[in-house]
């Protein structure tokens, strides 16, 4: 019996965000002294020399042409094929957008099996804590199926750092192809900023902007910090920035060194999404706000004042410490 975690990848490189679940992993690994395998699709070279350095007893990469791009029902046929090589009590991933895909459809394909979402702690080799209504309550799960599949909040675990040993990485080719659905193009957002999850630094937008001709202050601000931007659903309802911008309850969890929240009331769904950042900071011209109560640092002011001097501070800042 053995721990299997799915390590997400894009473009070949590895998601950071997948290093929380190889740290959930190995919790379970000391509370059940099993071991823990890696499965992974696409990697770099680069990718699967970062995996090869995590401790797991072996990386193992599906391979396929039809695993070259992503689809629920392939992938959860290539992790269902390797949890039954490795004997797989336990199948974890982050709850990233793609683990919250993936996850669920394992449950209907692994016999005895039952999932939990969102874990934040390991009890025991049963039994989880997971947050439930936007964060607001903790609830204590019992998984008593043989099989347990969890998805891992990526904020609740550090990401697992590098040990010596280094682990084999295997090729498994998977035949089986679900021919039902077909993959045919993916149309990303190209930006030169940083990606959301992965950011030390995000600068989030909200409905205070008022247009989105506006949101060119927040992206000056983000670009002299070297941020990603964020923005809360009211902004990406109004159709002012992608979807893929959201962060919350519904939108991305996110838990940077620094998050600014401008012109955002901190509702809870939003809240839900980065409250584990480290230091947050709210410019909110209504003292109000329900954002101040979390923040570490609030400033009371309108952003249309506020924003554009702080950047160019910060830019003069830079100038000097550049000179
Ligand atoms: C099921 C469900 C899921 C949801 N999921 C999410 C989610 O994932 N993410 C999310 O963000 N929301 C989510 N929401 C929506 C959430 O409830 C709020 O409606 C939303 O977060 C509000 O966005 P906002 O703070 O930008 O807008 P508002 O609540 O309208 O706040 C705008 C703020 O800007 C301030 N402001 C205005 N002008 C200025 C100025 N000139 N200078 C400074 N400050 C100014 C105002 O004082 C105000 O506090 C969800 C709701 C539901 C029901």
Redesign the pocket.
Known sequence: MSILVIAETRNGELKKASLSAVTCAKILAEKTGLNYNILTFEPSEKAKEELSQLGAEKVFVAKGEHLKNYTAENYAIAVSEIAKKVDAKYILATATTFGKDLLPRLVSKIPNSAMISEVIEVIDAETFKKLVYAGDIISTLKIKSEKKILSVRGTAFDKAGKVDKKSDVVEEEIKENYTRKRFITLEETKSERPELTEASIVVSV???I?DPENIKIVEELADVLGAAIGA????VDAGWLPNDF??????KTVAPQLYIAI?????I??VA?MKDSKVIVA????PE?PIFQIADIGLV????QVVPELTQKLKKLKQESAG
């Open positions: 909200g409905r205070g008022k809360s659903r009211a902004v959201q962060v919350g309850q519904t939108g012109g955002i009331s901190g509702a769904q939003h999404g410019i909110n011209k209504d706000a002011a309108d952003l249309f």
